[in-house]
């Protein structure tokens, strides 16, 4: 897929104010007043900053309220239903926090309960198209969790929460990468001709571009996909651990939160870019 | 709500005769030209005399070349459009409604005021049917020609998909295939028409019918083995040729 800079922006800002307000909501962090207010705020921040990068994808973002409306079939609608209704749920909690000097449990639970189904929520928009073979599998929903909960654990400032969440990632990331298919069709059954003999594409429907070779059938980042996986583990995964190991204390944590962001980041892209679409079997046959 | 109907009482479709269609690309240009002045918004086309013209289609057509184990290759050009599914997974991705099986006949639409322009249909749909419009920033698609197929102001012959009604060579049918009698269904059955990436589960209405196995007419052999047995004049010819 293209991997549109709004989609990466996106899933990576809401994954990780998700994971912060979930463990904000829990109490394992538990601020006051202007601690509160950054904390808090960061964490709002993040998520908003996500949802408004999403509405650049839209074609037509004057009319996103609509996306509301379809809960019962639609992941997209259900992501966007449940963002809201998490960031409801915790805002007495957050409010009391910062201004009233203590926080309310029971909004804190309930944001810490919505915040991973939303993300969940965001990484089914993703898994269940089955036209998309790599992202229609287990560790789509499994690598997105992971990020929210280390990632958020590394912006709480909880040591032993991160380094749980980062092995986590690390081993749903290297699963995304080795186990998830690539191909779920061929030319032949796309076609059906598979019967009669070895089928090839002869000629192509159009000379000029169009929606579905921009959006789908896109390669530019593929080539590199090798180093920017390296790029990826080191920078979401191993390099936070081991500052969160070799250095104690705050600035551990603010290394690792620096090194996971960006690795995430590149990560999320590399996610898009090797998404294959089966309708680029029409267009460039088996040999993609 | 973007639920599919349980089941319709009519599924109107298309079949495409692979072994007829000639590849004049006669039902692209039609279906662009109708699509783009009747119902909803236009197929819009950028830089149309530029450097890089491209254009929104709800129809294309790819060539193949097949080659089979014992044989010559042949070439199949195959029309992809919309295959209106029966567990059409365009409509129940889509988060706003705009994505909709009718339950009437069955024929999956886009209602564009309400299409945000996110992609995610054409995302779901493993047969590329889905364009969003380069100007108009809504998702197009394949209507079956919804006002053309009901419209009574239209003489009788014309009130089939534009498709249909331009291809030169008859190979695509529209009609009703909940009714297995109809003419497209009978074709189905006696040509064993097929379903496109059935491992999808999209469970297709359109349906393709495979090229007919063509004949083998005999390569024509070198020139000396000809010679060899020839008899008569030609043999004779073939004798005081060689002796001069």
Redesign the interface.
């Known amino acids: 897929m293209h991997p549109a800079p709004s989609l990466i922006v996106f899933t990576t800002l809401s994954g990780l104010g998700f994971g912060l307000l979930f463990f904000l909501g829990l109490g394992l962090r538990a601020p006051l007043g202007w601690l509160a207010f950054l904390w808090f705020g960061l964490g709002y921040g993040l998520v908003c900053a996500g949802l408004a990068a999403s509405a650049f994808h839209l074609g037509r973002p004057e009319r996103a309220l609509r996306a509301f409306s379809q809960w019962r079939t639609s992941w997209l609608s259900r992501e966007a239903v449940l963002a809201a209704v998490t960031l409801l749920a915790l805002a007495p909690h957050a409010f009391g926090s910062v201004f009233l000097g203590a926080g309310v449990p029971w909004s804190g639970l309930a944001g810490a309960v919505l915040a991973p189904v939303t993300v969940l929520a965001t990484a089914m928009i993703y898994a269940q198209l089955r036209t998309v073979p790599r992202w229609h599998h287990w560790s789509t929903p499994v690598v997105f969790l992971a990020a929210s909960l280390a990632g958020g654990a590394l912006l709480a400032g909880l040591c032993w929460p991160a380094m749980a969440g980062l092995v986590a990632l690390g081993a749903a990331l290297l699963a995304q990468w080795w186990l998830a298919p690539r191909r779920a069709a061929t030319l032949a059954s796309a076609t059906g001709l598979g019967v009669r003999g070895t089928v090839r594409p002869f000629e192509a429907p159009h000379t000029g571009g169009n929606y579905l070779l921009r959006e789908m059938v896109y390669r530019v980042g593929r080539r590199r996909a090798a180093s920017l996986r390296r790029v990826a583990f080191t920078g979401a995964v191993l390099g936070p651990l081991v500052s969160l190991l070799l250095l104690p204390g705050v600035a551990g944590l603010v290394l690792a939160a620096a090194l996971h962001v960006p690795g995430m980041l590149a990560a999320r892209w590399l996610f898009f870019a090797e998404a294959e679409h089966v309708v680029g079997l029409y267009y460039h046959g088996d040999r993609g | ?3 599919l109907p349980a089941d319709t009482p009519r599924k109107l479709g298309l079949v495409i005769d ?1 072994d007829i269609c000639v590849g004049c690309h006669a039902c ?1 240009v039609s279906c662009k030209e109708w699509n783009s002045q009747g119902h909803g918004a236009p197929l819009v086309d950028t830089d149309a005399y530029g450097a ?6 709800l129809n ?10 014992d044989g010559p290759a ?3 050009h ?1 029309p ?1 459009s919309c295959l209106h599914c029966e567990n059409a ?1 365009c409509v ?7 994505s909709y099986k009718r339950a009437e006949d069955g024929i999956v639409l886009v209602n564009e005021d ?7 249909c ?7 049917a889905r ?2 419009d ?1 100007v108009e ?3 197009k698609k394949c209507t079956l020609c919804i006002d053309r197929i009901h419209n009574e102001t239209l003489p009788e012959p014309d009130r089939v998909p534009a498709c249909v009604r331009s291809c030169p060579t008859g190979a695509r049918h529209f009609g009703d295939f909940a009714d297995p009698e109809s003419h497209v269904s009978r074709l189905v059955a006696e040509r064993g028409g ?8 999209t469970k297709p209405v359109n349906k ?1 019918l ?2 007919r196995p063509k004949d083998r007419p005999l390569l024509a052999a070198p020139a000396e083995e000809v010679a060899g047995d020839a008899v008569g004049f030609l043999g004779w010819l073939d004798r005081a040729l060689a002796r001069l």
């Open positions: 709500m973007t639920a692979l692209v890089a013209p491209e254009g929104t289609f294309r057509v790819h060539s193949y070349e097949v080659v089979p184990q042949q070439l199949v195959f992809r997974p129940t991705v889509c988060p706003t409604g705009a309400a299409c945000i322009g996110c992609g995610l054409a995302w779901a749909c493993p047969y590329g364009e969003l380069g920033r809504v998702m097929y379903d496109l990436m059935p491992g999808m589960g393709y495979p090229p």
